[in-house]
């Protein structure tokens, strides 16, 4: 199947992209509450690999013709699913040790991260105020992790669940700047189901080490039900909007949307795990979206200065 992203609109192409938030909102929150009972690395191999089960029922017509297609390019959708899943599985691992409103809260650092290693890889121009709003987006962060206590920053106290969300982020940021290597045309479908196998087949290694030396996945009402949720909602449906998004939209554009995670995840945290915001996370994600505002706002206000033109 032939994709053109010009055929997909901007309007619907936001629209996706919203959904998508709340669906990574969800993996949170999902991953938080069963964090005693489920591994995160089984947790992440299993949702990954029921949703590259689910899209086979969607490419597999004509699979066989796409197969060169995916061994001319398996290194690239290894290293994509490197990024993609191995982020995410990380993300997990923080919820051992983090509430899933500060996961949700840091995830929103991503548009200023996305900006600045497009700057550092695609050499894309920096002014100043993307600068200033790129140290505010860290500021925002550091603001969080150290819960408003400085003392923190000078014994570098951190909570490791935090500082592992961070890494995340810039796991993410990267993956979205890389999605512009796919296959020019490639459906969205084919691309996400090559993504999540090289993905699994990433993690794999991983996958067998928490085996042997950690313990396997239980089998459960709880960890079913939340491999299900997270496979089907999160990986799958949350996975494939965010790469049309990305390719109709940008990195750039996209990631504004990515704001939206910390709003569906605490509202969500607050209702189904009772979990309570501080302080410290309103400021940190005032001062986050601050900086998301500085590193963004040229492009905003450009785009808006066109459509007036056209208008």
Not at 179 to 202: E, K
């Amino acid at each position: 199947m032939h994709f053109d992203p010009a055929r997909v609109s901007p309007a619907i192409a936001s629209v996706m992209l919203i959904a998508t938030m709340a669906c990574l909102a969800m993996n949170h929150v999902v991953g938080r509450a069963v964090h005693e009972v489920a591994p995160p690395v089984g947790l992440s191999f299993w949702r990954w690999s029921v949703a590259a089960v689910l899209l086979v029922f969607f490419i597999r017509r004509g699979f066989a013709a796409k197969l060169p297609l995916y061994r001319r390019h398996w290194m690239l959708f290894v290293f994509l699913g490197a990024m993609m899943v191995g982020s995410t599985t990380l993300i997990l691992w923080t919820l051992q040790f983090t509430t899933a409103i500060n996961v949700s809260l840091i995830n929103s650092l991503q548009p200023t991260m996305t900006v600045l290693l497009t700057f550092l890889l695609l050499s894309h121009r920096l002014t100043g105020l993307q600068g200033f709003g790129i140290l505010l987006g860290f500021v925002g962060v550091v603001a969080m992790v150290s819960q408003g206590n400085w003392q923190m920053l000078t014994s570098l106290d951190f909570n490791r669940g935090d500082v592992g969300a961070l890494v995340s982020v810039v796991g993410l940021a990267g993956y979205s700047i890389c999605l512009r290597w796919l296959p020019p045309g490639m459906h969205p479908l084919d691309a996400t189901f090559g993504i999540i196998v090289g993905g699994c087949v990433a993690i794999l290694p991983l996958y067998v080490a928490e085996l042997a030396m950690f313990r396997p996945m239980p089998l459960t009402t709880a960890t079913v039900g939340a491999v299900l949720a997270m496979g089907t909602i999160g990986s799958l449906a949350g996975n494939l909007m965010w790469n049309i998004g990305n390719q109709v939209l940008g990195p750039n554009k996209a990631s504004i949307f990515i704001n939206l995670i910390p709003v569906f995840g605490m509202l969500m945290a607050v209702v189904f795990l009772g979990e309570q915001p501080r302080v410290y996370h309103v400021i940190g994600f005032a001062v986050i979206c601050g900086g998301v505002w500085c590193v963004l706002a040229r492009r905003l206000i450009g785009a808006e200065a066109t459509n007036i033109r056209e208008n």
